[in-house]
């Protein structure tokens, strides 16, 4: 008899494939012409879902880094020291290829690439955050910051090797003896927050050049979040002053710079760390405050577009925040069914009980609603670029922040729910499901909390009113013969038009719009994609006349959807 039947403890689920026991990645992966990825994505499945990698992620986050400002001689290092387990973990992710694998044209990826590169990354991504979320941090900045980097042909040359690289190197040394690097952004002051037009920080031109695109510049201020302060470069966002002594720098335009650890002389550059911030969760990764003290950078991006320069860059990471919440969200599903399918209460299994197999069946719909979404904003990266492509790039520009708002809060909701279901087992701190709740709020917060979401959703559909006009024809053609779909459609569609009329009601009802447009966007691709008794249940519960939103289970789904949707939903060997 299995240890958890003798004294009814049910451990953790590890050792087992979180790909091959998830029929809606499968299909995902399938849709987008991903068979040339998957070898691959299997193998590093088998491995994040193994005990020993979860051995190293629960490592990395009970032994959080550590910040050494000086040496033994009194010399300032500014080194942030990590438990060799975080090193693991990073190196397991570097030798999946996943850093540049969306983008054609890069050493892992060939520009006549077969389809799928986007949807493979994503899925890779998606199983690595489901065993350790923390790293997801560097491994994001990494890849968002090369559509920036590329741009600058002589600063590309020399990094991309190292960004490139399939091997991870954890030394702290300058650029040109790294094999392999990792970049961090910088953005946030903490006088403006999200609002990083009333950012402070300075960068003057170095020596008699006059400054301009690529050339040395020397930056004065601070940043109260600094990612991963062991990144070998940021992207760091400043005002372009004439000069050191120029009066008017704080009225100067925005640029972006990349402000690497070390300078080209092989000194350390002066980025002094002052702290570490003692998080919530993400406790494995590192966040610093840093001071800027004549510290070097190199200005990539037009002069003056400092703001644009870095939302190349933020509009993947907010696809990866999306991602990194779907991860959240189906680890704390599939821990809540592994529990209930073993741990016996009032006669008999949890899952038998018809109010948890409610509770559980939401949770499962939720997680399988968000990753169509997740997988369907990947597919849109990857045509967006293509010309002609105007639903591609709807879905890109209007619906990954309406997915990072909603997706990211179902997750910090849900997170809670699957804990409930393993009771104070789950409210320990040593339990992953502890860990996935501490973890689920970051990625509301960070590149842009949920109001600063449904304001650009707004915006990017009310200036391009052509993306518009093809988001409302696919959503359309996605509802088909649904009439609760085409309802739901059709008063958002109303609700626009009346929003239109005054701009205090368009921003004060902007979260609920949005909460409704990703519901319908979810319940459409449900429909398209997931099994009719899903999507059934999705639809009736998230937009029918008795929709409920509130705790999950709340919604009164018929038994035999109910038994649909938990038989399908973990699919394991074991």
Excluded at 73 to 80: K, M, S
Excluded at 334 to 356: C, D, E, N, T
Excluded at 408 to 433: F, P, Q, T, W
Excluded at 550 to 556: S, T
Aim: proline share 5%.
């Amino acid at each position: 008899m299995a240890e958890r039947d003798k004294d009814n403890l049910v451990d953790e689920l590890v050792d087992y494939d979180p790909l091959g026991s998830d029929p809606a990645l499968q299909a995902a992966l399938a849709r987008a012409q991903a068979q040339a990825w998957l070898p691959g994505l299997q193998q590093h499945a088998r491995t994040v879902g193994s005990s020993a990698f979860a051995q190293w992620a629960d490592q990395a986050n009970r032994h959080p880094p550590q910040l050494q400002q000086w040496d033994a001689r009194g010399r300032r290092i500014d080194q942030v020291e990590f438990h060799p387990a975080w090193h693991q973990v990073l190196a397991h992710y570097r030798a999946q290829q996943l850093i540049d694998m969306p983008f054609a044209g890069t050493p892992h990826t060939p520009a006549d690439a077969p389809r799928g590169r986007w949807t493979a990354w994503a899925a890779g991504f998606y199983l690595h955050g489901q065993a350790e979320a923390g790293s997801l941090c560097p491994a994001t900045m990494t890849t968002a910051a090369i559509p920036v980097l590329r741009k600058e042909p002589a600063l590309w040359a020399q990094i991309a090797r190292g960004i490139t690289c399939a091997h991870h190197d954890a030394r702290d040394a300058p650029l040109a003896d790294k094999t392999a690097l990792w970049v961090g952004m910088g953005m946030t002051e903490k006088q403006g927050g999200s609002d990083v037009r009333s950012n402070t920080t300075v960068a003057y031109p170095q020596g008699a050049t006059g400054g301009g695109r690529g050339a040395d510049y020397r930056l004065q201020g601070h940043k109260w979040f600094y990612s991963v302060p062991m990144a070998d470069a940021h992207l760091v966002v400043a005002r372009m002053a004439s000069s050191a002594a120029d009066g008017h720098a704080l009225q100067a335009p925005l640029a972006c710079f990349w402000v690497p650890r070390w300078q080209p002389d092989g000194t350390r550059n002066h980025v002094l760390v002052q702290r570490l911030k003692d998080k919530v969760g993400n406790r494995s990764n590192a966040s610093s405050e840093v001071l800027f003290d004549d510290a070097y950078g190199v200005l990539v991006g037009e002069e003056g577009r400092g703001i644009a320069t870095i939302m190349e860059m933020a509009t993947v990471t907010r696809l990866c925040c999306v991602l990194g919440s779907c991860a959240l969200l189906r680890q704390a599903t599939v821990q809540a069914l592994w529990s209930a399918r073993h741990r016996q209460a009032f006669g008999a299994a949890l899952i038998a009980q018809p109010l948890m197999q409610s509770v559980l069946a939401d949770l499962a719909l939720e997680s399988e609603a968000a990753l169509l979404l997740a997988m369907q904003l990947a597919q849109a990266f990857e045509g967006s670029s293509a010309p002609g492509q105007t639903t591609a790039q709807a879905w890109q520009r209007a619906m990954t922040p309406a997915a990072k708002f909603w997706v990211c809060k179902r997750a910090i909701a849900c997170s809670a729910e699957a804990m409930e279901v393993l009771g104070g087992n789950g409210y320990i701190d040593s339990s992953a499901l502890a860990r996935i709740y501490r973890e689920a709020p970051v990625n509301s917060i960070w590149e842009g909390s949920g109001n600063v979401m449904c304001l650009d959703v707004v915006k990017a559909l009310q200036r391009e009113p052509d993306l518009r006009d093809a988001l409302w024809l696919d959503l359309q053609r996605m509802a088909a013969d649904d009439t609760p779909i085409q309802q739901a459609l059709a008063c958002l569609q109303g609700q626009w038009q009346a929003m239109a009329q005054d701009a205090w009601v368009q921003q004060a009802q902007a979260r609920q719009w949005v909460q409704q447009l990703v519901l319908v966007a979810q319940a459409g691709l449900m429909r398209q994609h997931a099994a009719p008794a899903h999507a059934d249940a999705f639809v009736a519960s998230r937009l029918g006349p008795h929709a409920s939103l509130g705790v999950m289970g709340a919604y009164p789904l018929a038994k035999a959807q109910i038994s649909a949707i938990l038989s399908a939903s973990l699919q394991l060997q074991k």
